[in-house]
Structures are given as structure tokens and as C-alpha cells.
Antibody, heavy 122, light 108 residues
Framework: QLQLQESGPGLVKSSETLSLTCTVS??????????WGWIRQPPGKGLEWIGS???????YYNPSLKSRVTISVDTSKNQFSLKLSSVTAADTAVYYC??????????????WGQGTLVTVSS | EIVMTQFPATLSVSPGERATLSCRAS??????LAWYQQKAGQAPRLLIF???TRATGIPARFSGSGSGTEFTLTISSLQSGDFAVYYC??????????FGGGTKVEIK
């Protein structure tokens, strides 16, 4: 059974960089048609896609965050990571690492981590 | 960016009754739409993709329909575990992938 687990600081200071890692177990990150990424959810609010990466290193970002986001992959460790720079209180959210399938026809998020709350403090 | 709008924001339904949730796209997304269920304190779970294809293990009481800009998720007979927040998500034109604001299905 595939499992995704987020790790990283739960508290980040305003203007600093948020860094999270997702460790994938029970399957290989280097699987065709599967993309790995991040979605966030501010407390009590809806879901916002941050971006995704393919095991080859190709990245896809939400234009609203693109200037501040970097997603990277380490296939040797079966991990991928998120860096979000210059954070503000608006970046406080539960961050989910995710897997999505995409074959040119269908796209869907089929595996999610449990989520980790990141709070930005002033 | 394609904006997804869900309505109603909250739906009060009695157990055993039918629930009908709506999702509207700001422009056509063809059938490139998925639905997710999120229970309190949990990650979302995939229900439907391709507007009407149930994901593995999803009960037949969940059905999706629609194309273009108007979509519906129907839960034919609500069970206790179905009270949750439901999100639609488009993948016709990305990035970005975009979600609706959610519909909360609560016990009447």
C-alpha cells in the first residue's frame, strides 16, 4: 500500500522559507504517469494546488505561487520536497503531499499524505 | 485560470435521503472533472474522475454527471459516513489545477 508522509517544521517565521519533504513508501516515485506534488488548505478553507513534479524533474506550478515555489525530487531516496519562500501569515495552512495520475486524458489525486500544519509566525 | 464554483455551500440532508451537489466551471472543462470527499481532520479522498467514473472502492450510491460547465455529484441514499465536505476539481486546462470552494453535507 502506497504511503506518503510529510515532514518539516510546523512553525516558520514570516519572510523566511517554508521547507517540507514527502517520503514515499510502498511504491516507487519513478513510475510512469504519476506526478508528485503539494496541495494546501488554510484552516477552515478550501484546497489550493501548489504544484507538481514528475520523476524526470519536470515541474508544474500554480502561477499564483510560482515566483516563490520550488519543488524538487530525489528518486534515490524516494522523496520530493517543497520550498516556499518569503512566507506570510497567508501561507499558514495544512500542507498535503500528493500523488496524481495523468495520462493526457484523466488526472486525479489518488494518494494523499495525512497533512502537516505549518504556521507562519510574525 | 478556470474558476470552479460549488453550490450550495451547505446542504442539510437526513440519512437515507438523496443529496445533489453542484459544481460550475467558469469555462468549459469538457468532462475533465473530479470529485473528492473530505471528512473532518482527514485528507481528501477521490470519489469520481472523468466527471462520471467512480474511483476504485467507491460505492455505487455515489454518481457523477455533467460536462462542459455544469456538473453534479449525487449521493443516492446518504449514510452516516457520507457527511463531509465535497470538492470538485478541474483538470481540463492546467496549470493551475483548480478546486471548487466545497459543499458541506450535514445532518438535517
Amino acid at each position: 500500500q502506497l504511503q506518503l508522509q510529510e515532514s518539516g517544521p510546523g512553525l516558520v517565521k514570516s519572510s523566511e522559507t517554508l521547507s517540507l519533504t514527502c517520503t514515499v513508501s510502498g511504491g516507487s516515485i519513478s513510475t510512469n504517469n504519476y506526478y508528485w506534488g503539494w496541495i494546501r488548505q488554510p484552516p477552515g478553507k478550501g484546497l489550493e494546488w501548489i504544484g507538481s513534479i514528475y520523476y524526470s524533474g519536470s515541474t508544474y506550478y500554480n502561477p499564483s505561487l510560482k515566483s516563490r515555489v520550488t519543488i524538487s525530487v530525489d528518486t534515490s531516496k524516494n522523496q520530493f520536497s517543497l520550498k516556499l519562500s518569503s512566507v506570510t501569515a497567508a501561507d499558514t495552512a495544512v500542507y498535503y503531499c500528493t500523488r496524481h495520475y495523468y495520462d493526457g486524458d484523466y488526472l486525479y489525486f489518488d494518494y494523499w499524505g495525512q497533512g502537516t500544519l505549518v504556521t507562519v509566525s510574525s | 485560470e478556470i474558476v470552479m464554483t460549488q453550490f450550495p455551500a451547505t446542504l442539510s440532508v437526513s440519512p437515507g435521503e438523496r443529496a445533489t451537489l453542484s459544481c460550475r466551471a467558469s469555462q468549459s472543462v469538457s468532462s475533465n472533472l473530479a470529485w473528492y470527499q473530505q471528512k473532518a481532520g482527514q485528507a481528501p479522498r477521490l470519489l469520481i474522475f472523468g466527471a462520471s467514473t467512480r474511483a476504485t472502492g467507491i460505492p455505487a450510491r455515489f454518481s457523477g454527471s455533467g460536462s462542459g460547465t455544469e456538473f453534479t455529484l449525487t449521493i443516492s441514499s446518504l449514510q452516516s459516513g457520507d457527511f463531509a465536505v465535497y470538492y470538485c476539481q478541474q483538470y481540463n486546462n492546467w496549470p493551475p489545477l483548480t478546486f471548487g470552494g466545497g459543499t458541506k453535507v450535514e445532518i438535517k
